[in-house]
């Protein structure tokens, strides 16, 4: 009993110490007394349970790995929170290569007739122009339409200055019309 009100009451300082350690029972600690910070963050940045639930999963897989690495400079949290921002920006990147690849499947099976005509939904047909737009244009839509991020948000998702993911909007907006009245949407 004394061991577990002494971890409990343990500075973090004193647990990622002992976790370098090998000590499994402080590094268990940490991760408990870190999990929701780390949930919180992964959520408010990709907006799903899911996705939020993953990449805090992830987290706690790197941080086993990382954390002798961990040289203690600056806050834990600060530290934590960038490797979960990582771990976001990973699952994002993972994300767009399957819809890649998803997006190639369902082309297939339209032009072989296996797949039924893309719906008539305004959204969706919005969407499905998005996603023809260059790279930075379409994340810096995706994030901040999409996922309902501030542009600093995005911008740091993006590692690009807040500016330039204005610039990006402001592009996208301008094709998107295009590609909208050629498609007879507008």
Not at 52 to 73: F, N, S, T
């Amino acid at each position: 009993m004394a061991m577990m009100l002494d971890e409990s009451e343990a500075s973090d300082a004193d647990l990622i110490g002992r976790a370098k350690g090998g000590d499994r029972g402080a590094f268990g600690k940490l991760l408990e007394r870190h999990y929701d910070f780390v949930y919180r963050a992964a959520y408010r940045w990709c907006g799903r349970k899911a996705d939020a639930e993953d990449i805090a999963q992830e987290v706690c897989v790197r941080l086993g790995k990382a954390i002798r690495d961990y040289r203690g400079g600056g806050a834990f949290t600060t530290w934590l929170y960038t490797m979960t921002m990582n771990a976001a920006r990973d699952m994002m990147r993972k994300t767009a290569r399957e819809t890649v690849k998803t997006e190639a499947y369902g082309v297939h099976a339209l032009i072989s007739g296996e797949a039924p005509a893309e719906s008539e939904d305004p959204a969706e047909a919005l969407w499905a122009a998005v996603r023809q737009l260059p790279d930075k244009q379409r994340d810096a839509v995706l994030l901040v339409y999409g996922e309902g991020l501030s542009h600093a948000a995005a911008a740091e998702a993006m590692a690009i200055s807040e500016t330039t993911v204005s610039w990006h909007i402001h592009e996208a907006k301008k094709r998107l019309k295009t590609l909208m009245r050629s498609a007879g949407e507008v």
